[in-house]
């Protein structure tokens, strides 16, 4: 019986495919899975590539593992895609070959053309059609830029000889030999073309970044068909039944469905993604609105913030400070201090996201004394995940998204009792992490498997019960350990803007 769906989750330094099977409680269960790094190119600074074709391939070759390791393609149902958002591919129609690496979500070689038009005022503009901010981030400006970079591109695409996308969009394409050029709303919400509230692109954004309609895919729910596999790829015209950005794909993974359900990943960097329900939410805060998914005749938009340091604050406690040899011993040291002892760590190793938006600040500790030790500030490293977890919170509440009641977690930081505790107790929230932690990988797998009718909604049904951690801390001691992360907060803008202070 055609039971299993194959997820590929093509991120941003790794492919991966996992093969799910439904089981017994409900949910979905990997059974096999296959991995193969990608390499990054930095070609200018600020610049970050991949190789498409390089991309393509480990797909191809990862999803035929665990085809064999599954016991076969008659066993496979459907494919789920979930990818790194915002990436841009543009490829030649005809012969299916990349006219130019990839240009990858971090790179900032745009930033001038998105800043041009935010000085010349689009940005209320854009951010209420798209929920999105003017910046080099986001699709729209990277698929203009490889139409001018690569000669004769722009004349071939209005005859339909180029074609853009995002990864999911570049790899549906690929399986499908050239017959199907779609993408899904998810991946779309994040080009900066579409409309938030109708799910459409809009002419007059495509005219104002440059980017001419005839090169965009076709825009479909999250769990629609897609195309169908050419057979000679993976031994059978699998359908491809479902897609969603990677954040997305976590919401729909950790089963965040409805209003005031969120989810955090903490990896190098956190992403937070709030559900707020059927239509979208407009940020005053600078949080990003975006669309969460859209399956049949049900959508659940969000908004979404991130922090820039999480798990780097602990990776440069171990490599750049020296104070820990592995992440995992930071959990043993903070919780040998009965307190902070007044320090904090502010991680603007980047600068500060949202809602700060300080991009000159940079990394600050205060509050130190002769009693401090290194575990002060270890601990003050974990404790910062918790208060800027908070800060996004608060954001999400200024904007009027509706009261989170469980705060889903997932991410390589999560493996911290200690921190996830007190996450907990700083945003006042019960925190859960799944026991199965590809949420990512989930997602796609659970679209997929709804759209070809294995399973009949996208709840969560776990095989295992998720860890959860419940607020202990008194309400003025919280108040009083804010004030001090806000202090820091401030001398650490304060450091970067010191003519302003
Ligand atoms: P990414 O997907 O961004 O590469 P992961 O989800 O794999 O990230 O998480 C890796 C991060 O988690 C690293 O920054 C590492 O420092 C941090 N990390 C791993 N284990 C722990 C731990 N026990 N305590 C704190 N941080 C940890």
């Known amino acids: 019986m055609k039971s299993l769906i194959l997820a590929i989750d093509q991120g941003t330094t790794s492919t991966r495919a996992i093969a799910f099977e439904t089981a017994p409680e409900g949910g979905l269960r990997p059974v096999a899975v296959s991995q193969i790094a990608l390499e990054q190119h930095f070609p200018h600074s600020g610049w970050v590539e991949h190789d498409a074709a390089e991309i393509w391939t480990a797909t191809l070759q990862t999803c035929r593992e665990v085809i064999r390791k599954a016991g076969g393609v008659w066993r496979f149902a459907a494919i789920g895609i979930t990818n790194q958002r915002e990436t841009s591919v ?14 990858v979500w971090q790179d900032r070689r745009t930033a001038a053309a998105t800043g041009k038009l935010a000085a010349a005022g689009h940005e209320p503009m854009v951010q209420a059609a798209t929920g999105l901010i003017l910046d080099p981030y986001f699709s729209a400006s990277k698929f203009a830029w490889l139409l001018d970079a690569v000669p004769g591109a722009r004349d071939r695409a209005a005859k ?25 709303a998810t991946n779309a919400s994040r080009t900066s073309l579409m409309d938030l509230a109708t799910r459409e692109w809009r002419s007059d954004l495509a005219e104002l970044f440059h980017v001419p309609m005839a090169v965009l895919p076709e825009i479909r729910n999250c769990a629609d068909r897609m195309g169908d596999c050419e057979p000679a790829l993976l031994g059978a015209a699998l359908p491809i039944h479902g897609a969603a950005g990677d954040q997305q794909a976590a919401l729909v993974g950790h089963g965040a469905l409805k209003a005031g359900d969120a989810k955090i990943t903490y990896g190098t960097g956190a992403f937070l993604v709030a559900n707020v329900g059927a239509a979208p939410v407009g940020s005053t805060s600078r949080l990003l609105g ?98 800027q977890t908070r800060d996004l919170l608060d954001a999400l509440a200024k904007d009027g998204a509706p009261r989170l009641k469980v705060l889903k977690v997932d991410g390589g930081v999560t493996a911290n009792a200690f921190a996830m505790q007190f996450v907990a107790d700083i945003c006042d929230l019960v925190v859960e992490r ?60 304060i450091a970067a803007n010191p003519d302003e202070a």
């Open 434 to 493: 799944p026991a199965f932690q590809e949420m990512t990988a989930l997602g796609a797998a659970k679209l997929a498997a709804l759209g070809v009718g294995l399973i009949g909604d996208l709840e969560d049904h776990p095989v295992d019960p998720p860890a959860r951690w419940t607020p202990h801390m008194e309400a003025a001691e919280r108040e009083r350990l804010l004030k001090g992360w806000r202090g820091a907060v401030r001398a650490a803008i």
């Open 160 to 184: 339909g000889e180029v074609k853009v996308g995002t990864i999911e969009t570049w790899l549906i394409w690929k399986l499908t030999a050239g017959t199907s050029h779609v993408t899904d």
């Open 290 to 387: 975006t669309l969460g998914y859209a399956v049949g005749e049900d959508a659940a938009y969000a908004l979404e913030g991130s922090i820039f340091s999480a798990g780097s604050a602990i990776q440069w406690l171990r490599d750049g400070l020296k104070v820990i040899t592995e992440s995992r011993q930071s959990e043993a040291m903070a919780q040998g201090l009965k307190d902070n002892g007044g320090v904090y760590l502010v991680p603007g190793f980047t600068g500060l996201g949202a809602p700060w938006w300080e991009p000159e600040a940079r990394g600050t500790i205060t509050g130190l004394t002769r009693d401090s030790g290194p575990a002060h500030i270890v601990r003050a490293g974990l404790e910062s995940l918790a208060y």
């Open 90 to 103: 543009l490829w030649d129609a005809a012969t299916g070959e990349p006219l130019h690496r990839a240009i």
